[in-house]
């Protein structure tokens, strides 16, 4: 069946495929993307809060194309003998075989180990949980909340993602009351009761991609982030900056770095609108 | 057990809130002929299935019945890296994988024993259905995730990988449609939920309970998997099998319609 | 040579997966995207059913899909590969597309020194045809060993089509045999196929 298409065309497909650069730079100079977003544009973001009830809390993002899960499992542990009256909050990102070609089966690669320290740190300096609320029993019984994310759609762009689904999942956490039974030592659960989990503060993330040295530009996709010669994720809590991220690549001046905490700024407030709308209307 | 430096570490050890719930919940399976979710003995739950879900892949679907979810994504023709010997025919591999948050119980990282012999099921189910010899020498590798699982999920991942291989275009036989059906006695209920699933530890003594499932290739009707539970009569089985094969086959226009929809959607982008 | 040029949709059971299409007959051809099993003739692929005449008189039946269909290298396939390692007996490549189909990953080939072209097999050298880097179009002549597919240059029309110089630029043919790089002016060796003005064309746009 090949024999018949001519070696012209078989050359002309491979334009795109061949020379990726060269496509994204025509466009860039026209300050528009190829999937015709502006440069400080992020994807339709869509969350749906609340949608697997085996665990305590859940909740799915979709950016564009990349879609993350973060379901929230709640079980007792003995605290730390150093910190008695600490819980624990265990953070872990997979991006599985499922979600992008990239990716094997096996244990986490490296991008998916940076993605759950990342994570992790995003948890520990916002402090949006305290851990002292995760405590039953000082010394004897606390919470131990497992935040696994689940990538399954990887196109580009999963820290925002990430921090997005965890910050929704938490806030929509009902763990079930707890009695401590002094006399057997054992803990006594509710069936029916739950109370909410006590959200302290906002964390929201925005990933910047440097393209060319010189250009920078919100939420890239996959094909951006490949093409991109540096990343910047900013990391906000509310009104203030919890983290900054720039693991090496491009140079940034100053002046470029005020125009992303502006953007991610902003950013945190279009985010922080949509969940408490999804929110509401789970409520209601 | 040695630690994982590749994730963030936990506690050493946690155990489940619900094992210190103060009254455990008895339920039986029927009662006045209806079942806890008000289902009748045949009854199934109403399904959604989608195809083209995942962008980053081949081929992909996502399948809902009720609580159950199940995604599934297919890669390839992939050149199969490990030094094999040549042949002509393709390979076909399958992992299947409870998401870690899919059941009452927290799941493991690490696939055990009952994923890694759901993976096998699902692959037998699904070789006879395709074309192998379409990719000589290449792999088409199959990814499935249940994201919750509310009983039934072999069943519908098989519906779901089928629909998932055919969404990428990769030639096939037949789609292979599955369904399970639980054996309580006298009783068969199709598509039993997680409370009416077959679990060994708490049937003892217990004759004729069990349970079965069945995948289906339903335009050639022939049956490409069957697997069963449990200790049940054979006439029993017998019965069950055939119950299925029906339900497969009324269940054939659901996935065809979610792979045309696929289809015309693909067509629409194109212009 | 078309019989109903319009296409039937998919959504008459025909065109759908797994679907029996009619019975088989002397007078009936399986095309592509179909099967014939037990006296019937059944779809194979979710698509479009298109009913066709042969050239003798046959109704041959195909199911086509816009869905990327074949996807593996085949026997007398046209493909795009970037060349990955050149040693003085063959050259690597990873093949990046097949007819007009994109892969979404690579398959590994490679060029022997004997199928380069198709004159002067035995003057062939082959760092003086590829390069590192190069895109070229080749035909598969054989799925070759469990490893690499076995690809061949051996016409007017295969070859290098884009070719990146050592000053950085992309070269612009001048010969069969050579290209131009626009800055340095310098000349380098290539098999260079006979397209490259066309696909300056696309490349542009």
Redesign the interface.
Known sequence: MYSSSKPAETAKISVRAARPLEYYRKFLEKDVRPDGRELGEFRPTILNIGCISTAEGSALVKLGNTTVMCGIKAEFATPKTEEPSNGYLVPNVELSPLCSPMFRPGPPGEQAQVLSHFVNEVLNQSCCVRKEDLCIKTGKLVWVLYCDILCLDYDGNAPDACILSLLAALKSTMLPAVKYNEETEKPETDSVKTEPLHILSNPVSSTFAIFDDHLLFVDPTVQEESLATGTVTIVTNDNDLCLVQKPGGSPVTADQMNTCFERAFSRSKEVLRLIDEILHSIER | MPTDSRRIAGPESSTNPYSFCTEKPRHDLLKNGKRQDGRKENNLRPIFLKAGVVSQARGSAYIEQNETKVICAVYGPREVVRKEDFSMKGLLTCEFKFAIFSCRERRQHQQDIEEKDYSVQLLEALEPAVCLDKFPKAQMNIYVTVLQNDGSALAAAITCASVAMADSGIEMYDLVAGCAVRVAGKNLLMDPCNQEEYKPEDETGLTNSGSVTVGLMPSLQQVSAISSKGEIEFELVKQAVAKCVDVCTQLYPVLQQALVKSVSERQNEEG | MILFPKHS???T?E??????ICHLDENIICG??T?S?NGFV?S????YLHKLQSQDDKILFEVR????????P?I?????A?ITNVTPRFCKCAI???????L??T??GQIRKEDVRATEKDKVEMYKCFRPGD?V?ARVVS?G???SYVLSTA?N??GV??ATSEAGSTMVPISWCKMQCPKSLSEEFRKV???QP??IQ??GT
């Open positions: 949709m998919s959504t059971p065109g759908n997966l797994g679907q029996r592509q995207g099967y099993k059944y194979s692929r979710a698509g899909s816009n869905v990327a269909t074949t996807t593996v085949s007398d396939a046209l493909v795009t970037r990046m597309s097949v007819g007009r189909t994109l979404r990953e398959f590994r895109i179009v799925l060993d469990a490893q016409e029309e295969l089509v884009i196929a006979k397209v066309l696909f696309y490349s």
